[in-house]
């Protein structure tokens, strides 16, 4: 079952800030929201996770709104290499059943 | 530190033929998971396993097997495999709860 929903598609300029937006509206008071990215075929690659504080780390930011019914990823600087599918995710176990949906596939062009 | 390693990268099997799928993790992780992903689609979890020993059902476990051998190896076993089984399959690790999880490079399988 889906509990997030995403834009299948966004384009971002090279050097611009990617803002990828998620719902959540059912998002319950302990369940975490998660960001993976999957670049053409590889593994998914984990990017930042956050409970309802706005977080930072060298790949990205996550905005969490106040009520926690959206969240934000923004890659501050885009690159060609930032191009793949993002996924948001959220989850109260921590892992045990993530639902990864169809997220969104960001096309960075140069 | 090799991370989560799958084998065989890719494999072409007939039908009703079984097969394996390995999965290792050398970070010492709690947890081991199988996804499988269609073309155009998420990932789908198949089989988790919270801990050395235990193992449950996923979304989609009809058709499929597991084994945790031990802390270290999660295995995937199909027994008849059919073509709907055609997919690429990841397996994927993490410590704890609230964690990240660690994702192999993936087996792509074809059911011919």
């Known amino acids: 079952d889906a509990k997030t929903t995403q834009p299948p598609s966004m384009d971002c300029a090279e050097g611009r800030a990617a803002n990828l937006p998620c719902n959540h509206s059912?998002?319950?008071?302990?369940?975490?929201v998660y960001w993976y990215r999957q670049i053409h075929s590889q593994g998914p690659q984990y990017i930042i996770h956050g409970l309802k504080n706005n977080e930072t780390n060298e790949m990205a930011s996550l905005i969490i709104t106040e009520d926690r019914k959206s969240s934000t990823l923004i890659l501050p600087h885009a690159t060609l290499r930032d191009t793949a599918v993002y996924y948001c995710?959220?989850?109260?176990?921590?892992?045990?059943?993530?639902?990864f949906g169809t997220g969104t596939r960001l096309t960075v062009i140069p | 530190n090799a991370g989560v390693t799958q084998t065989p990268k890719f494999q072409v099997l007939k039908t009703g033929q079984s097969m394996t799928l390995q999965c290792a993790q050398d970070m010492n992780h709690n947890s081991m998971y199988w996804y499988r992903q269609d073309p155009g689609m998420g990932l789908r979890l198949i089989y988790y396993?919270?801990?050395?020993?235990?193992?449950d059902k996923g979304e989609v476990p009809n058709g499929y097997n597991v084994s945790r051998l031990n802390k270290r190896e999660f295995s995937l076993r199909l027994e008849s495999a059919a073509p709907s089984q055609t997919s690429v399959y990841f397996c994927?690790?993490?410590?704890?709860?609230?964690?990240?999880?660690?994702f192999g490079s993936g087996t792509q399988l074809s059911v011919l």
């Open positions: 995710i959220v989850d109260q176990t921590g892992a045990n059943n993530l639902f």
């Open positions: 994927a690790s993490v410590e704890g709860t609230n964690e990240k999880l660690f």
């Open positions: 396993s919270a801990s050395e020993g235990t193992t």
């Open positions: 059912t998002i319950s008071g302990n369940e975490y």
